[in-house]
Protein backbone atom coordinates (compact mmCIF):
# COMPACT_ATOMS: atom_id res chain seq x y z
CA UNK A 1 0.00 0.00 0.00
CA UNK A 2 1.40 3.51 -0.39
CA UNK A 3 1.20 5.56 2.31
CA UNK A 4 0.97 8.61 0.84
CA UNK A 5 -2.74 7.23 -0.65
CA UNK A 6 -5.05 8.79 1.89
CA UNK A 7 -6.72 11.88 2.47
CA UNK A 8 -8.34 14.21 -0.15
CA UNK A 9 -8.06 13.37 -3.43
CA UNK A 10 -9.14 16.03 -5.76
CA UNK A 11 -9.92 15.06 -9.64
CA UNK A 12 -9.81 17.74 -12.05
CA UNK A 13 -12.61 18.74 -14.57
CA UNK A 14 -12.56 21.27 -16.51
CA UNK A 15 -15.50 21.27 -17.73
CA UNK A 16 -17.78 22.09 -14.53
CA UNK A 17 -16.78 25.59 -14.25
CA UNK A 18 -16.05 27.55 -17.65
CA UNK A 19 -12.57 29.50 -17.18
CA UNK A 20 -11.11 27.04 -14.88
CA UNK A 21 -8.49 24.52 -17.04
CA UNK A 22 -6.82 21.03 -15.11
CA UNK A 23 -3.50 23.23 -14.31
CA UNK A 24 -5.72 26.16 -12.70
CA UNK A 25 -7.71 23.12 -10.44
CA UNK A 26 -4.67 20.98 -9.74
CA UNK A 27 -2.28 24.31 -8.74
CA UNK A 28 -5.42 25.46 -6.33
CA UNK A 29 -5.85 21.66 -4.66
CA UNK A 30 -1.85 21.65 -4.14
CA UNK A 31 -1.82 25.33 -2.95
CA UNK A 32 -4.76 24.35 -0.85
CA UNK A 33 -2.53 20.88 0.89
CA UNK A 34 -3.93 18.34 -1.54
CA UNK A 35 -1.02 15.57 -2.14
CA UNK A 36 -3.20 12.90 -4.25
CA UNK A 37 -4.11 14.76 -8.15
CA UNK A 38 -6.22 12.75 -10.75
CA UNK A 39 -6.37 13.77 -14.42
CA UNK A 40 -10.03 13.00 -15.74
CA UNK A 41 -11.35 14.63 -19.14
CA UNK A 42 -13.10 12.26 -21.09
CA UNK A 43 -13.25 14.53 -24.32
CA UNK A 44 -10.10 15.73 -24.72
CA UNK A 45 -7.96 14.22 -27.74
CA UNK A 46 -5.10 11.72 -26.73
CA UNK A 47 -2.83 14.61 -27.98
CA UNK A 48 -4.47 17.02 -25.80
CA UNK A 49 -4.70 14.95 -22.73
CA UNK A 50 -1.04 14.00 -23.11
CA UNK A 51 0.18 17.60 -22.75
CA UNK A 52 -1.92 18.61 -19.88
CA UNK A 53 -0.63 15.50 -18.27
CA UNK A 54 3.30 16.35 -18.67
CA UNK A 55 2.57 19.81 -17.11
CA UNK A 56 0.51 18.07 -14.07
CA UNK A 57 3.02 15.40 -13.95
CA UNK A 58 5.56 17.89 -13.60
CA UNK A 59 3.60 20.39 -11.00
CA UNK A 60 2.88 17.63 -8.81
CA UNK A 61 6.40 16.08 -9.06
CA UNK A 62 8.01 19.68 -7.67
CA UNK A 63 5.78 18.78 -4.42
CA UNK A 64 5.71 15.30 -4.03
CA UNK A 65 1.89 14.63 -4.84
CA UNK A 66 0.58 11.99 -6.41
CA UNK A 67 -0.52 11.73 -9.89
CA UNK A 68 -2.77 9.72 -11.32
CA UNK A 69 -4.47 9.45 -14.66
CA UNK A 70 -7.91 8.49 -15.47
CA UNK A 71 -8.46 5.88 -17.72
CA UNK A 72 -5.44 5.98 -20.15
CA UNK A 73 -3.16 4.06 -19.19
CA UNK A 74 -0.48 4.74 -22.55
CA UNK A 75 -0.59 8.63 -21.07
CA UNK A 76 0.19 7.51 -17.51
CA UNK A 77 2.98 5.42 -19.18
CA UNK A 78 4.31 7.54 -21.11
CA UNK A 79 4.63 10.73 -18.45
CA UNK A 80 5.53 8.41 -15.52
CA UNK A 81 2.20 8.93 -13.77
CA UNK A 82 2.31 7.09 -10.03
CA UNK A 83 -1.04 5.19 -10.92
CA UNK A 84 -4.15 5.20 -12.63
CA UNK A 85 -7.67 4.67 -12.10
CA UNK A 86 -9.76 2.23 -14.81
CA UNK A 87 -13.39 1.53 -14.57
CA UNK A 88 -15.25 -1.85 -15.32
CA UNK A 89 -14.64 -1.94 -19.22
CA UNK A 90 -11.21 -0.85 -19.36
CA UNK A 91 -7.93 -2.61 -19.35
CA UNK A 92 -8.27 -5.86 -16.54
CA UNK A 93 -5.54 -4.85 -13.49
CA UNK A 94 -3.11 -7.65 -14.61
CA UNK A 95 -2.64 -5.80 -18.31
CA UNK A 96 -2.44 -2.81 -17.19
CA UNK A 97 0.56 -3.75 -14.03
CA UNK A 98 2.41 -5.13 -17.15
CA UNK A 99 2.73 -1.64 -18.67
CA UNK A 100 3.26 0.01 -15.46
CA UNK A 101 4.80 -1.98 -13.48
CA UNK A 102 4.90 -3.07 -9.80
CA UNK A 103 4.81 0.45 -8.61
CA UNK A 104 2.36 1.68 -10.28
CA UNK A 105 -1.20 2.26 -8.19
CA UNK A 106 -3.73 1.14 -9.83
CA UNK A 107 -7.17 2.04 -8.89
CA UNK A 108 -10.30 0.16 -10.19
CA UNK A 109 -13.61 1.77 -9.75
CA UNK A 110 -16.35 -0.31 -8.33
CA UNK A 111 -20.25 0.48 -7.49
CA UNK A 112 -20.95 -2.37 -5.30
CA UNK A 113 -19.14 -5.04 -2.78
CA UNK A 114 -19.24 -7.76 -5.83
CA UNK A 115 -17.03 -5.55 -7.83
CA UNK A 116 -14.93 -4.06 -4.90
CA UNK A 117 -14.03 -7.81 -3.83
CA UNK A 118 -13.40 -8.59 -7.21
CA UNK A 119 -11.31 -5.35 -7.89
CA UNK A 120 -9.32 -6.93 -4.69
CA UNK A 121 -8.58 -10.47 -6.20
CA UNK A 122 -7.80 -9.29 -9.78
CA UNK A 123 -5.04 -7.22 -7.69
CA UNK A 124 -5.95 -3.21 -7.54
CA UNK A 125 -3.86 -1.14 -5.32
CA UNK A 126 -7.91 0.46 -4.33
CA UNK A 127 -10.98 0.50 -4.70
CA UNK A 128 -12.77 3.36 -5.85
CA UNK A 129 -15.95 2.77 -4.75
CA UNK A 130 -19.56 5.18 -5.10
CA UNK A 131 -21.74 6.97 -6.00
CA UNK A 132 -21.68 7.37 -2.39
CA UNK A 133 -24.08 10.53 -2.12
CA UNK A 134 -26.02 11.86 -5.39
CA UNK A 135 -23.69 13.48 -7.96
CA UNK A 136 -24.37 15.50 -11.31
CA UNK A 137 -20.41 15.52 -11.93
CA UNK A 138 -20.01 11.88 -13.08
CA UNK A 139 -23.50 11.11 -16.03
CA UNK A 140 -22.75 7.42 -16.29
CA UNK A 141 -22.40 6.89 -12.81
CA UNK A 142 -24.88 4.33 -10.84
CA UNK A 143 -26.86 3.89 -8.06
CA UNK A 144 -26.13 5.98 -4.85
CA UNK A 145 -24.67 3.78 -2.72
CA UNK A 146 -24.84 5.17 0.65
CA UNK A 147 -22.47 6.03 4.00
CA UNK A 148 -23.57 1.96 5.06
CA UNK A 149 -22.44 0.20 1.90
CA UNK A 150 -19.33 2.03 1.62
CA UNK A 151 -18.67 1.07 5.20
CA UNK A 152 -19.10 -2.99 4.59
CA UNK A 153 -17.01 -2.05 1.89
CA UNK A 154 -13.99 -0.81 3.53
CA UNK A 155 -14.39 -3.71 6.28
CA UNK A 156 -14.58 -6.59 3.56
CA UNK A 157 -11.70 -4.94 1.42
CA UNK A 158 -8.27 -5.40 2.89
CA UNK A 159 -6.64 -2.67 0.12
CA UNK A 160 -8.20 1.42 0.23
CA UNK A 161 -11.19 2.85 -0.44
CA UNK A 162 -11.46 5.60 -2.08
CA UNK A 163 -14.69 7.17 -1.45
CA UNK A 164 -16.05 9.07 -4.45
CA UNK A 165 -19.32 10.88 -5.82
CA UNK A 166 -21.11 13.56 -3.76
CA UNK A 167 -18.96 14.35 -1.32
CA UNK A 168 -18.64 17.75 0.15
CA UNK A 169 -17.51 19.83 2.87
CA UNK A 170 -20.72 18.44 4.82
CA UNK A 171 -20.30 15.33 4.60
CA UNK A 172 -16.55 14.07 3.95
CA UNK A 173 -16.35 13.72 7.58
CA UNK A 174 -19.17 10.67 8.11
CA UNK A 175 -17.02 9.47 4.73
CA UNK A 176 -13.57 9.39 6.58
CA UNK A 177 -15.67 8.22 9.68
CA UNK A 178 -16.90 4.78 7.35
CA UNK A 179 -13.26 4.09 6.92
CA UNK A 180 -12.74 5.19 3.78
CA UNK A 181 -8.59 5.92 3.21
CA UNK A 182 -9.29 8.86 1.19
CA UNK A 183 -12.29 10.99 -0.70
CA UNK A 184 -12.28 11.58 -3.64
CA UNK A 185 -13.83 15.51 -4.99
CA UNK A 186 -14.46 17.16 -7.73
CA UNK A 187 -17.37 20.08 -7.59
CA UNK A 188 -16.31 20.24 -4.04
CA UNK A 189 -13.34 22.00 -4.92
CA UNK A 190 -13.66 22.68 -8.82
CA UNK A 191 -17.02 24.71 -8.62
CA UNK A 192 -15.68 26.06 -5.03
CA UNK A 193 -15.77 30.20 -4.79
CA UNK A 194 -12.26 29.68 -3.28
CA UNK A 195 -10.55 26.67 -4.28
CA UNK A 196 -7.69 26.82 -2.40
CA UNK A 197 -10.07 27.32 1.24
CA UNK A 198 -12.36 24.67 0.28
CA UNK A 199 -9.46 22.28 -0.24
CA UNK A 200 -8.13 23.01 3.14
CA UNK A 201 -11.49 22.68 4.62
CA UNK A 202 -12.09 19.49 2.74
CA UNK A 203 -8.80 18.16 4.13
CA UNK A 204 -9.18 18.85 7.70
CA UNK A 205 -12.68 17.96 7.83
CA UNK A 206 -11.45 14.72 6.11
CA UNK A 207 -8.84 14.37 9.00
CA UNK A 208 -11.63 14.87 12.16
CA UNK A 209 -14.06 12.49 11.20
CA UNK A 210 -10.79 9.69 10.63
CA UNK A 211 -9.87 10.90 14.08
CA UNK A 212 -12.96 9.28 14.89
CA UNK A 213 -12.22 6.41 13.00
CA UNK A 214 -9.01 5.81 14.91
CA UNK A 215 -10.79 6.80 18.34
CA UNK A 216 -13.02 4.07 17.16
CA UNK A 217 -9.94 1.42 16.97
CA UNK A 218 -10.27 1.19 13.18
CA UNK B 1 12.31 0.75 -42.94
CA UNK B 2 10.42 -2.87 -41.72
CA UNK B 3 11.43 -4.96 -45.00
CA UNK B 4 7.73 -6.78 -44.65
CA UNK B 5 6.01 -3.35 -44.71
CA UNK B 6 4.80 -4.18 -48.16
CA UNK B 7 1.91 -5.23 -50.36
CA UNK B 8 -1.83 -5.58 -49.15
CA UNK B 9 -2.49 -4.78 -45.54
CA UNK B 10 -5.84 -5.22 -43.91
CA UNK B 11 -8.26 -3.17 -41.53
CA UNK B 12 -10.59 -5.21 -39.41
CA UNK B 13 -13.92 -3.10 -39.08
CA UNK B 14 -16.53 -5.34 -37.43
CA UNK B 15 -19.00 -3.30 -38.37
CA UNK B 16 -19.26 -3.55 -42.28
CA UNK B 17 -20.34 -6.40 -42.06
CA UNK B 18 -22.81 -8.16 -39.32
CA UNK B 19 -21.89 -11.31 -38.47
CA UNK B 20 -18.04 -11.48 -39.58
CA UNK B 21 -15.99 -10.47 -36.19
CA UNK B 22 -12.20 -9.09 -36.21
CA UNK B 23 -11.11 -12.55 -35.87
CA UNK B 24 -13.22 -13.85 -38.99
CA UNK B 25 -11.84 -10.82 -40.93
CA UNK B 26 -8.30 -11.58 -39.66
CA UNK B 27 -8.36 -15.23 -40.65
CA UNK B 28 -9.56 -14.53 -43.85
CA UNK B 29 -6.53 -12.33 -44.66
CA UNK B 30 -4.19 -14.15 -43.34
CA UNK B 31 -5.37 -17.45 -45.03
CA UNK B 32 -5.60 -15.14 -48.77
CA UNK B 33 -1.84 -14.33 -47.47
CA UNK B 34 -2.19 -10.92 -46.72
CA UNK B 35 0.73 -10.62 -44.14
CA UNK B 36 -0.59 -7.12 -42.51
CA UNK B 37 -3.30 -6.93 -40.03
CA UNK B 38 -4.56 -4.03 -38.33
CA UNK B 39 -7.21 -3.80 -35.73
CA UNK B 40 -9.60 -1.00 -36.15
CA UNK B 41 -12.50 -0.73 -33.61
CA UNK B 42 -13.56 3.12 -32.75
CA UNK B 43 -16.29 1.71 -30.17
CA UNK B 44 -15.45 -1.19 -28.25
CA UNK B 45 -14.24 -0.76 -24.58
CA UNK B 46 -10.88 -0.98 -24.06
CA UNK B 47 -11.33 -3.97 -22.31
CA UNK B 48 -12.57 -6.15 -25.31
CA UNK B 49 -10.73 -4.58 -27.59
CA UNK B 50 -7.55 -5.63 -25.43
CA UNK B 51 -9.15 -9.47 -26.06
CA UNK B 52 -9.73 -9.20 -29.38
CA UNK B 53 -6.03 -8.00 -29.90
CA UNK B 54 -4.77 -10.56 -27.54
CA UNK B 55 -6.18 -13.33 -30.55
CA UNK B 56 -4.94 -11.40 -33.27
CA UNK B 57 -1.01 -11.06 -31.62
CA UNK B 58 -1.35 -15.06 -31.49
CA UNK B 59 -2.96 -15.77 -35.12
CA UNK B 60 -0.98 -12.98 -36.72
CA UNK B 61 2.62 -14.25 -34.51
CA UNK B 62 1.60 -17.83 -35.97
CA UNK B 63 2.07 -16.89 -39.32
CA UNK B 64 4.56 -14.01 -39.06
CA UNK B 65 2.15 -11.34 -40.01
CA UNK B 66 2.68 -8.15 -39.37
CA UNK B 67 -0.09 -6.88 -36.20
CA UNK B 68 -1.00 -3.13 -36.04
CA UNK B 69 -3.28 -1.38 -33.18
CA UNK B 70 -4.90 1.26 -34.53
CA UNK B 71 -5.16 4.40 -32.03
CA UNK B 72 -4.53 2.54 -28.70
CA UNK B 73 -1.38 2.47 -27.60
CA UNK B 74 -1.62 1.09 -24.24
CA UNK B 75 -3.51 -1.83 -25.83
CA UNK B 76 -0.44 -2.02 -28.31
CA UNK B 77 2.25 -2.17 -25.85
CA UNK B 78 0.76 -5.11 -23.57
CA UNK B 79 -0.05 -7.26 -26.57
CA UNK B 80 3.29 -6.81 -28.17
CA UNK B 81 2.13 -5.77 -31.40
CA UNK B 82 4.22 -5.27 -33.78
CA UNK B 83 3.45 -1.03 -34.08
CA UNK B 84 0.23 1.81 -33.74
CA UNK B 85 -1.55 3.56 -36.53
CA UNK B 86 -2.15 7.30 -34.61
CA UNK B 87 -4.27 10.29 -36.03
CA UNK B 88 -3.13 13.65 -36.04
CA UNK B 89 -4.75 14.28 -32.53
CA UNK B 90 -3.52 10.95 -30.84
CA UNK B 91 -0.21 11.20 -28.75
CA UNK B 92 2.78 12.78 -30.25
CA UNK B 93 4.75 10.09 -32.42
CA UNK B 94 8.29 10.52 -29.86
CA UNK B 95 5.59 9.79 -27.01
CA UNK B 96 4.53 6.81 -29.08
CA UNK B 97 7.90 5.28 -29.37
CA UNK B 98 8.94 6.16 -26.05
CA UNK B 99 6.23 3.44 -25.01
CA UNK B 100 6.62 1.03 -27.44
CA UNK B 101 10.01 1.30 -28.36
CA UNK B 102 12.42 1.72 -31.27
CA UNK B 103 11.70 -1.25 -33.22
CA UNK B 104 7.76 -0.86 -33.20
CA UNK B 105 6.40 0.77 -36.69
CA UNK B 106 4.56 3.94 -35.86
CA UNK B 107 2.40 4.84 -38.38
CA UNK B 108 0.98 8.13 -38.67
CA UNK B 109 -2.34 9.61 -40.79
CA UNK B 110 -1.96 12.31 -42.62
CA UNK B 111 -4.31 13.96 -45.40
CA UNK B 112 -1.81 16.61 -47.04
CA UNK B 113 1.78 16.61 -47.99
CA UNK B 114 1.93 18.85 -45.56
CA UNK B 115 1.10 16.06 -42.76
CA UNK B 116 3.13 13.74 -44.37
CA UNK B 117 6.12 15.73 -44.24
CA UNK B 118 5.55 16.59 -41.28
CA UNK B 119 4.84 12.64 -39.85
CA UNK B 120 8.43 11.89 -41.79
CA UNK B 121 10.09 15.01 -39.38
CA UNK B 122 8.16 13.27 -36.35
CA UNK B 123 9.70 10.78 -36.83
CA UNK B 124 7.16 7.98 -38.42
CA UNK B 125 7.96 4.60 -40.29
CA UNK B 126 5.16 5.00 -42.03
CA UNK B 127 2.11 7.82 -43.51
CA UNK B 128 -1.13 6.07 -44.22
CA UNK B 129 -2.29 8.92 -46.76
CA UNK B 130 -5.67 9.28 -48.04
CA UNK B 131 -8.95 9.01 -48.58
CA UNK B 132 -7.32 8.48 -52.33
CA UNK B 133 -10.51 7.01 -53.55
CA UNK B 134 -14.19 8.13 -52.13
CA UNK B 135 -14.80 5.99 -49.25
CA UNK B 136 -18.00 5.47 -47.17
CA UNK B 137 -16.05 3.53 -44.31
CA UNK B 138 -14.77 5.79 -42.05
CA UNK B 139 -17.23 9.02 -41.83
CA UNK B 140 -14.49 12.03 -40.61
CA UNK B 141 -12.65 10.81 -43.63
CA UNK B 142 -11.55 14.26 -44.99
CA UNK B 143 -11.83 15.21 -48.83
CA UNK B 144 -10.54 12.90 -51.21
CA UNK B 145 -6.43 13.32 -52.43
CA UNK B 146 -6.32 11.06 -55.43
CA UNK B 147 -3.86 9.53 -57.54
CA UNK B 148 -2.09 12.14 -57.95
CA UNK B 149 -1.48 13.90 -54.51
CA UNK B 150 -0.64 9.67 -54.06
CA UNK B 151 2.00 10.04 -56.74
CA UNK B 152 3.44 13.24 -54.76
CA UNK B 153 3.88 12.23 -51.19
CA UNK B 154 5.09 9.08 -52.68
CA UNK B 155 7.93 10.87 -54.14
CA UNK B 156 7.77 13.73 -51.15
CA UNK B 157 8.54 11.47 -48.69
CA UNK B 158 11.61 8.84 -47.40
CA UNK B 159 9.50 6.43 -45.42
CA UNK B 160 6.96 4.38 -46.96
CA UNK B 161 3.39 5.25 -48.12
CA UNK B 162 0.16 3.25 -47.02
CA UNK B 163 -2.41 4.22 -49.37
CA UNK B 164 -5.58 4.07 -48.08
CA UNK B 165 -9.80 5.62 -48.66
CA UNK B 166 -12.05 3.12 -51.40
CA UNK B 167 -8.90 0.89 -52.25
CA UNK B 168 -11.09 -1.60 -54.36
CA UNK B 169 -9.90 -4.52 -56.30
CA UNK B 170 -10.47 -2.01 -59.54
CA UNK B 171 -7.73 0.82 -58.38
CA UNK B 172 -5.66 -0.81 -56.51
CA UNK B 173 -2.95 -1.51 -59.03
CA UNK B 174 -2.78 2.22 -59.70
CA UNK B 175 -2.42 3.06 -55.79
CA UNK B 176 0.92 0.54 -56.51
CA UNK B 177 2.05 1.86 -59.74
CA UNK B 178 1.53 5.07 -58.01
CA UNK B 179 4.47 4.47 -55.98
CA UNK B 180 2.68 3.27 -52.44
CA UNK B 181 4.23 0.83 -50.27
CA UNK B 182 1.22 -0.91 -49.36
CA UNK B 183 -2.49 -0.26 -49.91
CA UNK B 184 -4.70 -0.38 -46.99
CA UNK B 185 -8.40 -1.97 -47.54
CA UNK B 186 -11.50 -2.58 -45.51
CA UNK B 187 -14.28 -2.98 -46.98
CA UNK B 188 -12.50 -4.03 -50.27
CA UNK B 189 -12.05 -7.31 -47.98
CA UNK B 190 -14.62 -7.30 -45.20
CA UNK B 191 -17.91 -6.92 -47.49
CA UNK B 192 -16.72 -9.14 -50.31
CA UNK B 193 -18.45 -12.50 -50.72
CA UNK B 194 -15.00 -14.40 -50.08
CA UNK B 195 -12.64 -12.36 -48.28
CA UNK B 196 -10.31 -14.90 -49.11
CA UNK B 197 -10.63 -14.79 -52.04
CA UNK B 198 -10.41 -11.16 -52.54
CA UNK B 199 -7.45 -10.80 -50.47
CA UNK B 200 -5.60 -13.45 -52.99
CA UNK B 201 -6.81 -11.03 -55.93
CA UNK B 202 -5.98 -7.66 -53.97
CA UNK B 203 -2.63 -8.77 -53.18
CA UNK B 204 -2.01 -9.98 -56.92
CA UNK B 205 -3.01 -6.76 -58.45
CA UNK B 206 -1.28 -4.43 -56.08
CA UNK B 207 1.76 -6.51 -57.07
CA UNK B 208 0.66 -6.13 -60.84
CA UNK B 209 0.70 -2.22 -60.56
CA UNK B 210 4.02 -2.56 -58.53
CA UNK B 211 6.06 -4.11 -61.23
CA UNK B 212 4.79 -1.48 -63.57
CA UNK B 213 6.35 0.86 -61.16
CA UNK B 214 9.62 -0.98 -60.37
CA UNK B 215 9.57 -1.41 -64.67
CA UNK B 216 9.66 2.52 -64.71
CA UNK B 217 12.42 2.83 -62.57
CA UNK B 218 11.22 3.55 -59.21
Same mark, same amino acid.
Given at each position: !? +??QLK?? @??? %????? @???????????? =??????????????? =???????FTA????? !?????????????????????????? +???????????????????????????CLE?????????????????????????????????????????????????????????? =???????? %?????????????? !??????????????? =?????????
Amino acid at each position: !M +NAQLKGL @YVI %TDQEL @YPGRSHIDIAAA =AIAGGCRIIQLRDKK =ASDRQFYFTACELRD !MTRRVGALFLVNDRVDVAAVVGADGV +NIGQTDLPVDAVRKLLGDDAIIGVSADCLEQALEAQKAGADYVGFGPVFPTTTKLDAGEVTGLDELALVCQAVDIPVVAIGGISIENI =ALVAAAGA %TCAAVVSAVVCAED !MVRATEELQRKFDEG =AIGTIAKGR
